[in-house]
């Protein structure tokens, strides 16, 4: 596995430089399910141009956090989020904010791959034709190529673009997923157990693929697989029982946690 | 007589099953579950073969004697049947068997009474063969079967043997059924295009069978074959499946849309009965709702406006029907628009899309070729509909193109043919059985269509 080595070198070149910014803040977040607490006071930071992995067992709330940053819990009718959240200092439960708007900036991937039943072109072309981001076809179809891209997937796709999205492999359509975030030009990046549906080989492709958006982009990932946390990210947060357990930078994470928990949960004694 | 036979062989069965338990019980010496099969699956196995094949030789009895006495009779009689037609044959024949079980009877005549004498003696004989054949087969049945029990016997394999042949013919009865009602219309019709043909029935454009014969009284036979045409027929159904589709079409879409993607639980749990008690009204009811209620309110609409209504008007049938229809659009719209998986709606919400940008991008053509089938549904199940346009929208086979006059259709022509005393092989009636089976013919396609339709778009999301 050189993945893995390559990124735990460039993670031993990044975690001496200066801390980058904070660009999404949580503060004492807390959602209900109807009666039900799923997330207790989490205080969680999300730093620009960093992967940030959740682990965690599961129900433990990794999900319900990641949805909270996009308001994507808006769409169940019975979850209450409570608590701050902030992209860029702004509030995002904010009533003056668009939730159309906050979802164009921070995007999401979700665990299975969902592309829309429409051409590869289309799917990728979708967000950007809701926004109006592009003036004319032509524009249109040079994002279109460069989300493509970008994701890895446009020399795979480029002579078949009219065709169906869903014919796509697991590994293509999740990259498609990816591609169709990328399209409305986000700055963050949710990612819900992404390569939890693929193969090895495809996962390594999309762990490939995450690993170059870091520069680009912000990007949190929701991932059961400890292996992957440590390969692909520079900030790891273990979540249990919907509490916070520990934050810090990856490589402290799984060398030297402090709470027994996280050290328990990582060397596989429970989860 | 035959009736106690069955009961009988009901109360074997009964007794069978419970000896049958009782042995399987007894062979191991009450220690159950050394046996293979169940007691109960025993017992079962002695109560299917003591009954089953007598019962069987019943029903076959009972479906060939009346054939076989009918028969007898006319043979024993031909010197005083020979001067006689078809239909005066079997008329006797009718008689005689009335008379033989106690019927009444218009015209009895000695030669008749003789025949239900013969008749009578006849059926008492077949009568007595078939208890002494059915209580041989139960007995001989029960003893074979019983003879079987032992503790390694599979009955449970036989009774499940047995019980697939039941199944089977229950649902071969069903399509023989569907079959022979096809096969009818399709000779009947045949018959009727013996007299006026195919190409002046399809394309004809005038259609006024009431005036069928182009002589009266002992000069009528000739078949005036111009009057059969059933364009304007077919032109009358369209026009009403058309305006009942414009008012259904939407409807039921948006109230399906409305429904599945923005009605919270409280008001999808009142909203869907509701509109499935819409879909529960006898369609008599929405008959006379049309003609008493909505045909009069166009008419003094169009006064006011101007325009001339017809007091039968397609309109009001069309937009009664479409009113009909809404339940069924809805709920099959529904079910597919539901079917669509929720990660489409996440994925597109995490774009950044409206519900209403989501629903026109995303779900609705995802569920297009659903939506279609169920639209394709309904149109078959509007140019099926009688009773609303019977009493909606008249009888004048008009050829027009306008919703404010009155016009008839395909179903409409059918009841009027066939109500009434009519003889059962006029150019007339038989032309019920074409038009049958041209409506036939049309709800057949556009179900399959539909089905085709529905099952494409099912394998896509598995
Ligand atoms: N839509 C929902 N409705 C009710 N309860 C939910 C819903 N989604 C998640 N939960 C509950 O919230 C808890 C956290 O779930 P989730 O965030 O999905 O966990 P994870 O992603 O870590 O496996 C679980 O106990 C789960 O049952
Ligand atoms: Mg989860």
């Known amino acids: 596995m050189n993945i893995m080595t390559e990124a735990s070198v460039e993670q031993k070149l990044s975690s001496g430089t200066n801390e980058p910014s904070i ?24 730093r620009e141009n960093q992967v940030t992995a959740l682990i ?43 939730v159309v708007e906050l979802r164009a900036r921070v995007g999401m991937v979700f665990q299975k791959p969902n592309p829309f039943p429409k051409s590869i072109y289309e799917n990728v072309a979708y967000g950007p034709r809701i926004h109006g981001l592009a003036r004319s076809k032509a524009e249109l179809d040079g994002i279109v190529e460069s989300s493509l891209k970008k994701a890895g997937l446009f020399n795979e796709v480029k002579d078949r ?3 169906s999205g869903t014919g796509l492999s697991g590994g293509q359509q999740q990259r498609l997923c990816i591609a ?13 157990e992404p390569c939890s549906a693929l193969d090895p080989i495809a996962t390594a492709r999309v762990e490939e693929l995450i690993d170059e958006l870091r520069q680009n982009y912000t990007i949190v990932i929701v991932t059961h697989s400890m292996q992957q946390a440590a390969r692909v990210s ?9 509490y916070l357990v520990e934050e810090g930078a990856t490589d402290k994470m799984f060398t030297n946690p402090d709470d027994k928990r996280t050290q328990d949960y990582i060397t596989g004694r429970f989860g | 007589m035959v009736g ?15 000896i049958g338990r009782t042995r399987a019980i007894a062979s191991v010496n009450g220690d159950v579950a050394r046996l293979h099969s169940l007691p109960g699956q025993h017992g079962m196995f002695l109560a299917l073969f003591a009954a089953g094949p007598a019962l069987l030789a019943i029903v076959l009895w009972s479906m060939v004697t009346p054939g076989i006495e009918s028969s007898i009779i006319a043979d024993r009689f031909s010197a005083e049947l020979s001067g006689m037609g078809v239909p005066q044959v079997e008329a006797f024949i009718r008689d005689a068997r009335a008379m033989a079980f106690g019927g009444l009877v218009g015209f009895a005549d000695p030669t008749k009474e003789a025949a239900a004498a013969v008749y009578k003696s006849i059926h008492t004989t077949s009568a007595w063969i078939i208890w002494a054949v059915a209580l041989l087969l139960s007995a001989s049945g029960f003893y074979w079967a019983y003879s079987r029990i032992a503790q390694a016997y599979r009955a449970r394999h036989v009774v499940e043997r047995v019980l697939r042949a039941f199944l089977i013919t229950c649902s071969a009865v069903a399509i023989l059924t569907t079959i022979g009602i096809v096969l009818s219309l399709i000779f009947e019709s045949l018959r009727f295009f013996q007299q006026v043909p195919l190409y002046k029935f399809l394309f004809g454009t005038h259609w006024s069978p009431q005036s069928a014969f182009t002589g009266a009284g002992a000069e009528a036979g000739a078949v005036n074959q111009d009057i059969f045409g059933m364009v304007p027929l077919f032109a009358g159904t369209l026009l009403i499946t058309f305006i009942a589709m414009l008012v259904a079409a939407p409807i039921g879409l948006m109230a399906a849309i409305y429904l599945s993607d923005y009605a919270s639980k409280s008001v999808r749990a009142v909203a869907k009965p509701v509109l499935e008690i819409l879909a529960g009204i006898p369609t008599v009811v929405y008959g006379f709702f049309a003609a008493l209620t909505v045909a009069p309110y166009f008419r003094s609409m169009g006064e006011s406006l101007g325009l001339n209504v017809a007091s039968e008007s397609a309109l009001a049938a069309g937009v009664v029907m479409g009113i009909m229809i809404i339940p069924f659009v809805s709920s099959l719209s529904d079910d597919v628009i539901n079917a669509v998986p929720q990660s489409l709606r996440d994925g597109s919400a ?17 569920a297009l070729p659903g939506i279609v089938s169920a639209m394709l549904l309904a149109v078959s199940r509007a140019i099926g509909e009688t009773m609303i346009v019977v009493m909606a929208a008249g009888l004048a086979a008009n050829l027009t193109a306008n919703p404010l006059e009155a016009v008839t259709t395909v179903t409409v022509q059918i009841v009027t043919l066939l109500v009434g005393d009519q003889e059962f092989d006029s150019a007339k009636t038989l032309a019920a059985f074409a038009l049958g089976l041209v409506l036939f013919c049309i709800t057949l396609t556009l179900n399959i269509v539909a089905l085709r339709v529905v099952q494409k778009y099912r394998e896509q999301y598995d």
């Open chain 1, 23 to 46: 660009k999404m803040k949580g503060e004492k977040v807390s959602v209900h399910y109807g009666e039900k607490r799923a997330l207790f006071d989490v205080d969680l930071d999300v």
């Open chain 1, 56 to 98: 965690g067992p599961s129900g433990c709330g990794k999900s319900t956090f990641l949805r909270c940053l996009n308001r994507m819990n808006d769409t169940i009718d019975i979850a209450r989020v409570s608590g701050k959240i902030t992209l860029d200092n702004e509030d995002v439960y904010d009533p003056k904010i668009d």
């Open chain 1, 161 to 163: 673009l009219l065709e």
């Open chain 2, 4 to 18: 106690y036979l069955v009961v009988l062989l009901l109360v074997l069965a009964a007794a069978a099953y419970w």
């Open chain 2, 350 to 366: 995490g774009l950044g899309a409206t519900k209403s940008e989501t629903i026109r991008k995303v779900i609705l053509p995802a």
């Open chain 1, 234 to 242: 520079q900030r790891t947060a273990m979540f249990h029982l919907g």
């Open chain 1, 180 to 192: 169709r975030a990328i399209a409305v030009s986000p700055e963050v990046i949710l990612m819900d």
